[in-house]
T-cell receptor, first 117, second 112 residues
């Protein structure tokens, strides 16, 4: 079955330090992978995506993610964390059905990032 | 563009009542979906649509109905509300299957 796993419920990092939020996936075929961020009482906002091409994807607000096919991972990274990065982060994969006319998105359970001043 | 809009923002229901959560987008997106967000569960897909007249079930469809008579609107109907349906509901849309999803601001539903 298709799935997305975010193994950490919460990640704490000091401001200015690099951060990593982990995501692994299990889908059939080539995955389309996404990261979204959710601030309190708001909807989800798109950060970045991997469709094909370069395994290192750069996105909004200085975030980047690395696609690793052999490890089926798509970890989110940022070289220097800011307090304002504190939020809930979701990894998602778009699963293409056997009939390419159907597709749906599967989300992980989310990781709460706390950046400490 | 207003993007993805959802109404109401907050609703309280009694067990057994029915209601419709509205979702609309003005971006001519073909793909629309409904999710519920519960603590520790992430977002779970309820129903989705790949175009007007085409809908399909997601992970947790029981107790919910959808229809897609126009490209713009994708209402979610709760047939007989239950306390287990207390959640935050998000509607999302994307232009094509390769595009990212845009999310609405959410509807917070409390079923007593």
């Amino acid at each position: 079955a298709q799935s997305v796993a975010q193994p950490e419920d919460q990640v704490n990092v000091a401001e200015g330090n690099p951060l990593t939020v982990k995501c692994t996936y299990s889908v059939s075929g080539n995955p389309y992978l996404f990261w979204y961020v959710q601030y309190p009482n708001r909807g989800l906002q798109f950060l970045l995506k991997y469709i094909t091409g370069d395994n290192l994807v750069k996105g909004s607000y200085g975030f980047e993610a690395e696609f690793n096919k052999s490890q089926t991972s798509f970890h989110l990274k940022k070289p220097s964390a800011l307090v304002s990065d504190s939020a809930l982060y979701f990894c998602a994969v778009r699963d293409i059905g056997l009939d390419s006319g159907t597709y749906k998105y599967i989300f992980g359970t989310g990781t709460r990032l706390k950046v400490l001043a | 563009n207003a993007g993805v809009t959802q109404t109401p923002k907050f609703q309280v229901l009694k067990t057994g009542q029915s209601m419709t959560l509205q979702c609309a987008q003005d971006m001519n997106h073909e793909y629309m979906s409904w999710y519920r967000q519960d603590p520790g569960m992430g977002l779970r897909l309820i129903h989705y649509s790949v175009g007007a007249g085409i809908t399909d079930q997601g992970e947790v469809p029981n107790g919910y109905n959808v229809s897609r008579s126009t490209t713009e609107d994708f209402p979610l109907r709760l047939l007989s509300a239950a306390p287990s349906q207390t959640s935050v509901y998000f509607c999302a849309s994307s232009r094509t299957r390769q595009e990212t999803q845009y999310f609405g601001p959410g509807t917070r539903l409390l079923v007593l």
